[in-house]
């Protein structure tokens, strides 16, 4: 079974901060997704990064993909209380050829709080 | 309105109590998945499905069943539900498998 480690696990912050969340693995994944998922609710894709090294901005969050594509991050900038959530990393494999093997693997989440 | 949507929301049973959840989308995806959500576990993946009659478990399927006789359908089968299996259930579809996932808006299951 492969891991997918996040971390921190909770984060508490004030409204400006930057706050940086990361994703490891001793796997490689041939691509890694992050959700982000508020209370009562299911969880909402945000990116997809799917080659080594890649970096993806989304406004005020920047996703890199590790060159080895075991690891991956999510940085906000100036955070606001509107991204307060639950952040997940999830990874996915492929076969040689290309093909899911249909499985996705999450990391535990991060608890962000962001206060005004 | 593209979605996915599960019934029921909220269900308390006791152990050994057959039941199911429902889960439906109407994106026409050929790929579907349950999930289930502790706290400190994130989402685990329990069932998948690649198409019509194709189903392969995920990383904890014990205790738990699904079929695929339809696309747009994919029910979650609890036979003999126990304590352990209390958790938050989503259900999941995406065009292409496990890329740009749609969640459902999550079944609490209690059982005591």
């Known amino acids: 079974t492969q891991l997918l480690e996040q971390s921190p696990q909770f984060l508490s912050i004030q409204e400006g901060e930057n706050l940086t969340v990361y994703c490891n693995s001793s796997s490689v994944f041939s691509s890694l997704q992050w959700y982000r998922q508020e209370p009562g609710e299911g969880p909402v894709l945000l990116v997809t990064?799917?080659?080594?090294?890649e970096v993806k901005k989304l406004k005020r969050l920047t996703f890199q993909f590790g060159d080895a594509r075991k690891d991956s991050s999510l940085h906000i900038t100036a955070a606001q209380p509107g991204d307060t959530g639950l952040y997940l990393c999830a990874g996915e494999t492929q076969n040689a050829g290309g093909t899911s093997y249909g499985k996705l693997t999450f990391g535990q989440g991060t608890i962000l709080t962001v206060h005004p | 309105e593209a979605q996915v949507t599960q019934n029921p929301r909220y269900l308390i049973t006791v152990t050994g109590k057959k039941l199911t959840v429902t889960c439906s989308q109407n994106?026409?995806?050929?790929?579907m998945s349950w999930y289930r959500q502790d706290p400190g576990l994130g989402l685990r993946q329990i069932y998948y499905s690649m198409n019509v009659e194709v189903t392969d478990k995920g990383d904890v399927p014990e205790g738990y069943k699904v079929s695929r006789k339809e696309k747009r359908n994919f029910p979650l089968i609890l036979e003999s539900p126990s304590p352990n299996q209390t958790s938050l259930y989503f259900c999941a579809s995406s065009l292409i498998p496990v890329y740009e996932q749609y969640f459902g808006p999550g079944t609490r299951l209690t059982v005591t």
């Open positions: 990064v799917v080659t080594g090294g």
């Open positions: 994106m026409n995806h050929e790929y």
